[in-house]
């Protein structure tokens, strides 16, 4: 394709369409709600995350030349040509035209499950500014391009448009293997200090610094990532721990088993023990009911002595 249809969306001049489609009782889970070109060169240019009501929806919007500028929870970016931008709404976000300055882009807006699932997936790995490959910015321009001239005047076409685009983005950022970005790092860091630490005490407060997040953001993304609260994981992994212990280290006793495994009170140890595998420790230690333990995660392997 080459640069054809980036081509022909900067020769057709600024255009945005919207797609407009009547409700039906069929939902689609990947719709386009806007697409176009634009060279902007007012200050007036500037859109508030949080002040785009609360239908959710995505934005892509793809560089041509010029700058633009991102406030992203806190942090500022210069979206520079050949970088895409990507936000959902509402989201404490913010991307604006400087003074004295000009921004040439075409973008693609959607809505639908499985479009901000993709979309939220990709935020995760590696943030609000992609580096996409040439092809993948060819094969979305001509995706808004068909947008724009007759491909979004029936449900199903339009949907299928914007579903094209959504998968040309997920095989450029993740390809064949997933992307461990900044995120996935951070929550391994994380999960490392605490394998390393199990029998100390290892509030979220400590353990959101550890991450270099405020407590609540850290909790949103410990879960999001672990599919468990921070507090939960951590619970679970001492008992990982204590469930080894007690039947591999048979000279150790059972407080000496809690107090190694993060329980300061053994009564409260053997309470909880119980609650999650149905039996008291020392009934555990005397049956061999290891196996359970798996129901419980992946091991710590190298984490106890």
């Known amino acids: 394709m080459g640069n054809s249809v980036l081509q022909k969306l900067r020769e057709g001049g600024p255009v945005m369409r919207t797609v407009s489609l009547p409700r039906g009782r069929q939902r689609l889970h990947t719709m386009p709600t806007s697409t176009g070109y634009e060279l902007r060169t007012e200050t007036s240019y500037d859109w508030d995350g949080r002040k785009r009501g609360q239908t959710p929806f995505t ?108 998968m040309a983005l997920y095989d450029d950022v993740f390809g064949a293997h997933p992307v461990q970005g900044p995120e996935y790092r951070t929550m391994q860091h994380v999960i490392s200090h605490i394998m390393e630490n199990l029998q100390t005490p290892l509030p979220v407060d400590e353990l959101a610094r550890v991450a270099g997040l405020s407590r609540a953001h850290f909790s949103r993304m410990f879960a999001a990532n672990e599919g468990l609260p921070p507090a939960e994981f951590v619970l679970r992994r001492r008992l990982q721990r204590a469930a080894r212990l007690l039947t591999q280290a048979a000279p150790l006793s059972i407080k000496d088993i809690s107090v190694m495994s993060g329980f300061d009170d053994p009564n409260y140890f053997a309470k909880v023990f119980r609650r999650y595998f149905g039996a008291s420790p020392t009934e555990f230690r005397t049956t061999g009911m290891y196996a359970s333990v798996q129901a419980f995660g992946p091991r710590d392997d190298g984490a106890d002595p």
């Open 59 to 166: 934005v892509l919007q793809h560089t041509l030349s010029g700058r633009g500028n991102l406030r992203y929870e806190g942090r500022h970016y210069i979206v520079r040509p050949g970088e895409t931008l990507l936000v959902m709404v509402p989201h404490n976000h913010r991307y604006w035209l400087g003074a004295g300055e000009r921004w040439e882009f075409f973008w693609l807006s959607m809505n639908g499950e499985e479009a901000l699932r993709i979309h939220q997936a990709i935020l995760q790995a590696v943030g609000p500014v992609l580096k996409l490959q040439a092809e993948t910015i060819e094969h979305l321009a001509d995706c808004a391009y068909r947008l724009i001239h007759g491909g979004s005047d029936m449900p199903g076409r339009a949907s299928a448009l914007a579903y094209e685009a959504a």
